[in-house]
């Protein structure tokens, strides 16, 4: 059984540049994960039958753990006093040398790879790459060369080395890409003994079948009410009600959608449209709506861009204009989400849902921005021409 000496909260810490290549994020313990329950069965009974996969997806929609998830089951994975509790669930010691590491931010064995690391590399070419994927050479440096290495501590745990590849989605697919997830098959098919490697994404259908078919796949969900309830108790939000009502709705059961739209003020942008929406619902062309929408994704990447050069980030305003717009369409649709299960409504409902669909295609296929806001307005009001 674990030793159990005092419990602490993990907190978050960014350490230095010179430190470690990118934030670090301090693992919370598994028990902890509000709201997945499955998901963290399907870990402790692969740690309980002594037989770990090597490679393993987490898969689901953006903020519901997934991540936070991955950190806390490697901190177990990683920790040679991991052991199960009187539950008969596995964790180890929480002032473990392991954990003290982990919390530090120094353990050698745990690597995480994202795009940031591209800002830290020895090439200017891929420090000077705007940061829209993973590159290859992240991939190579971070993943696929270590991988083939001794774990730097041998101490008896369940795997030796962990490797987290966040928004592993950016790994991607396309034709100028595509080799980026090539390069990860090899590892992927020949690993190294004690390496467990875990591809965390929102859109799983972005990687190549060959890399899904040689990984086990764990299914994350949002969250029921009440998980949400318990998550907010401890999150430190303090929202007004009336946001609060509204980020409840816009996150629908993920806690990183209610986070990210309370610091991105997203529901200032729902309360700055809705009154021109409500135009378009009475079949009225609400002039100046497309224009609005443009103007407050355009602020909201522009500052986005801002806070990546504050830190030395090379961040795109390309991809932050679309990010943005996917944030816009996101609080558009919410909108009139709820109309679904309202008879009188339904048809209404299901119309500006598909014009909100169908913007999404037009910004893919690189449709300028203020178009697309403009088309997606005529859509709303029921005057729209079909672009693709």
Not at 46 to 66: D, L, N, T, Y
Not at 101 to 127: F, Q
Not at 238 to 258: C, F, V
Not at 313 to 341: I, Q, T
């Amino acid at each position: 059984m674990a030793k159990r000496t005092s419990k602490k909260t993990p907190t978050k810490r960014t350490l230095k540049p010179e430190a470690v290549a990118a934030p670090v994020d301090v693992p919370v313990p598994m028990e902890r994960i509000v709201g997945q329950d499955h998901a963290i069965g399907v870990l402790q009974r692969s740690m309980q039958s002594g037989r770990i996969h090597h490679a393993w997806i987490f898969h689901g929609p953006e903020g519901v753990g997934k991540f936070t998830a991955a950190l806390a089951w490697a901190a177990v994975l990683l920790d040679p006093t991991s052991a199960p509790g009187l539950g008969g669930e596995i964790a180890p010691d929480p002032d473990s040398h392991v954990q003290q590491l982990l919390r530090a931010g120094t353990h050698p064995d745990l690597h995480v790879v994202r795009k940031e690391l591209a800002r830290y590399h020895d090439d200017k070419g891929v420090r000077d790459k705007k940061l829209a994927t993973i590159p290859k050479a992240i991939v190579e440096e971070h993943l696929i060369a270590p991988a083939g290495l001794a774990p730097s501590l041998k101490n008896g745990s369940m795997i030796g080395k962990v490797f987290i590849v966040d928004e592993a989605e950016l790994l991607d697919r396309s034709p100028t890409n595509a080799p980026v997830q090539n390069a990860l098959l090899k590892t992927l098919e020949e690993p190294a003994p004690g390496t467990a490697i875990i591809l965390v994404t929102s859109s799983e259908d972005r990687l190549l079948p060959t890399i899904r078919s040689r990984c086990q796949r764990v299914g994350f969900h949002p969250i029921n009410d009440e998980a949400m309830r318990g998550w907010l108790k401890t999150s430190g939000i303090k929202a007004t009600p009336e946001d609060h009502q509204w980020l409840l709705r816009y996150a629908n059961g993920s806690p990183g959608r209610y986070l990210r739209a309370f610091e991105g003020g997203f529901a200032r942008w729902h309360a700055a449209i809705d009154p021109l929406c409500a135009q378009c619902d009475r079949g009225q062309h609400a002039v100046g709506l497309g224009a609005l929408m443009t103007e407050l994704v355009d602020g909201w990447a522009q500052s986005w861009v801002k806070e990546g050069e504050k830190i030395k980030e090379n961040r795109s305003k390309d991809a932050a204009n679309r990010s943005g717009a996917n944030l816009m369409f996101a609080v558009v649709a919410e909108r009139y989400r709820s109309g679904l299960s309202d008879p009188k409504r339904m048809e209404q409902s299901l119309r500006a849902i598909d014009s909100v669909e169908r913007a999404r295609r037009e910004l893919d296929t690189n449709v300028q921005m203020r178009f697309v806001m403009d088309h997606l307005a005529a859509g709303l009001s029921g005057h729209a021409r079909v672009l693709v």
